[in-house]
């Protein structure tokens, strides 16, 4: 009798805001001085998704990441320069709605990640989220200043 009462509750809990595909749209560091720089260009491409049971995985790039398979055997080195601007990880995700806040638990990533918690604070704008790093979760990056990445919902 119990477990038949599992399902409606599940279904009452809310969802979070977060859960889908949301494709990145801008990649923003500001400097304390205000001065802004676009360390994946002007127009990034990469795509973060949140799962209902607690996954996350990010991918973001440069503009000029390459579009076709590179040989590693034959590159030159602008190519293999190209292949390090990525950034990718996925691991599990705690949520404070009410605070607007998500950590990430990185559990592997492109540049060794492994075991890092990245503090991230979220505000949702329509169909857009933004995503705030702020001076002091930017240490772990080894920055200073404030990161904004701003995502679009998948359609």
Same mark, same amino acid.
């Given at each position: 009798m119990l477990l038949?009462?599992?399902?409606?509750?599940?279904?009452?809990?809310?969802?979070?805001?977060?859960?889908?595909?949301?494709?990145?749209?801008?990649? *923003?560091?500001?400097?304390?001085?205000?001065?802004? @720089?676009? !360390?994946?260009? #002007?127009?990034?491409?990469?795509?973060?998704? $949140?799962?209902?049971?607690?996954?996350?995985?990010?991918?973001?790039?440069?503009?000029?990441?390459? *579009?076709?398979?590179?040989?590693?055997?034959?590159? @030159?080195? !602008?190519?293999? #320069?190209?292949?390090?601007?990525?950034?990718? $990880?996925?691991?599990?995700?705690?949520?404070?709605?009410?605070?607007?806040?998500?950590?990430?638990?990185?559990?592997?990533?492109?540049?060794?990640?492994?075991?890092?918690?990245?503090?991230?604070?979220?505000?949702?704008?329509?169909?857009?989220?933004?995503?705030?790093?702020?001076?002091?979760?930017?240490?772990?990056?080894?920055?200073?200043?404030?990161?904004?990445?701003?995502?679009?919902?998948?359609?």
């Amino acid at each position: 009798m119990l477990l038949s009462l599992v399902p409606l509750l599940l279904a009452a809990q809310p969802k979070s805001p977060l859960i889908g595909a949301w494709k990145l749209v801008a990649y *923003t560091h500001i400097q304390p001085s205000g001065e802004k @720089t676009y !360390p994946y260009g #002007q127009r990034p491409t990469g795509l973060i998704v $949140y799962t209902e049971n607690g996954w996350m995985s990010a991918q973001l790039y440069n503009e000029n990441y390459p *579009t076709k398979p590179v040989n590693l055997q034959s590159a @030159t080195l !602008p190519e293999l #320069q190209q292949l390090i601007r990525g950034a990718a $990880y996925f691991g599990r995700y705690t949520l404070s709605e009410k605070a607007g806040k998500v950590v990430h638990h990185v559990e592997r990533g492109n540049r060794g990640q492994s075991g890092v918690d990245y503090v991230r604070y979220f505000k949702l704008d329509g169909e857009r989220l933004v995503i705030t790093v702020r001076p002091e979760d930017q240490q772990v990056l080894g920055r200073t200043g404030t990161t904004e990445i701003v995502w679009e919902r998948g359609r």
